[in-house]
């Protein structure tokens, strides 16, 4: 019985052996592959995460050139920017829907996330746009643009040919890929944000000492 | 007038500068604009509107791009994200 069962085993195992010789054959063959890609330097480099901090810092820097200073502020401060609809479309109707009848409405633009419109005077939620800017070059292996590149992008196009964008993107109901509480959280704490921005806009100057008089032009 | 792409990785990048005014710079910068869209890119240009607003304009054409701009801005064009 003994000698039955070890039998078997070495059969079984020389066939697992057959079987698997040219899985492991192909899995050595593509290390070897890589190994001498890395080699040569050629191919796809891997992720890089200073690579990456110093885009998003670029990305930054343009993102800031190129909107307004409360957008700016904005997005530093809560990170995400409000961009009010409707107003690159010279005919007059309403982008997202056609029952607003003239009622303003906004978008929330985050990086790498939908679009967001809704009803400021409400907090209404109306819908999500998914969209994406892919760059196919993938010049590292990724098609993904740094955060703030995304940001810019979307505020762009929505600024200049929002219906464009719109149609160009899938819609859904709220809450499909940003959970709508977070969604109400940032709506207030955008209230809150701009209220406080209000408040120290209308704030008189604080005195600093010798600060008082006209600055000498010759110091 | 410059151009820049945003590109992974990068931020943007410098991928053609010239002046509108002098004709071979003119000619590349058409050149290098149509090429840009042939690749699927959005062109963007940043404006200032009569209220001092800081806006965006899409370019289609090298003939849109307003006079006196400084900087056309591409980025890959949209499409539907997450289903």
Redesign the interface.
């Known amino acids: 019985m003994t000698v039955a069962l070890c039998a078997t085993a070495i059969v079984v195992l020389a066939l697992l052996w057959e079987v698997s010789l040219p899985w492991l054959d192909r899995k050595l063959e593509i290390r070897r592959a890589n190994r001498a890609r890395r080699a040569d330097g050629v191919g796809v480099p891997g992720y890089?995460p200073g690579?990456?901090r110093?885009?998003?810092?670029?990305?930054r820097?343009?993102l800031k050139?190129?909107?307004?200073e409360e957008?700016w502020a904005m997005y530093r401060d809560l990170g995400f920017i409000r961009v009010w609809g409707g107003e690159s479309d010279g005919t007059g109707e309403d982008v997202v829907a056609r029952d607003l009848r003239g009622v303003p409405y906004a978008y929330l633009v985050y990086p790498h996330r939908?679009i967001v419109a809704y009803l400021p005077q409400t907090g209404r939620l109306l819908n999500e746009y998914?969209?994406?800017?892919?760059?196919?070059?993938?010049?590292?292996g990724?098609?993904?643009?740094?955060d703030s590149?995304d940001v810019?992008?979307k505020?762009?196009?929505l600024?200049?040919?929002e219906r464009?964008?719109i149609t160009?993107?899938?819609m859904h109901l709220p809450g499909r890929?940003i959970d709508p509480k977070m969604l109400q959280r940032d709506i207030w704490r955008l209230g809150r944000w701009e209220r406080e921005r209000l408040e120290r806009e209308r704030r008189p100057p604080a005195q600093t000492p010798g600060a008082a008089g006209p600055a000498d032009p010759t110091a | 007038m410059k151009f820049l792409r945003m590109r992974p990785g990068y931020g943007e990048q410098l991928i053609a500068e010239g002046d509108v005014e002098v004709a071979d710079d003119q000619e590349r910068l058409v050149e290098e604009f149509r090429r840009q869209l042939d690749q699927g890119m959005w062109a963007a240009v940043p404006v200032i509107s009569e209220s001092g607003r800081r806006e965006a304009e899409m370019v289609r054409a090298f003939e849109d791009i307003p006079r006196m701009t400084d900087r056309v801005i591409f980025f890959p064009r949209a499409a539907g994200g997450a289903r």
């Open positions: 890089d690579r990456e110093r885009a998003e810092q670029r990305a820097e343009l050139s190129c909107v307004n957008e939908p998914c969209v994406e800017f892919p760059d196919e070059s993938r010049p590292y990724s098609a993904r643009l740094p590149d810019l992008a505020w762009m196009a600024k200049g040919d464009r964008l160009e993107a899938n890929q």
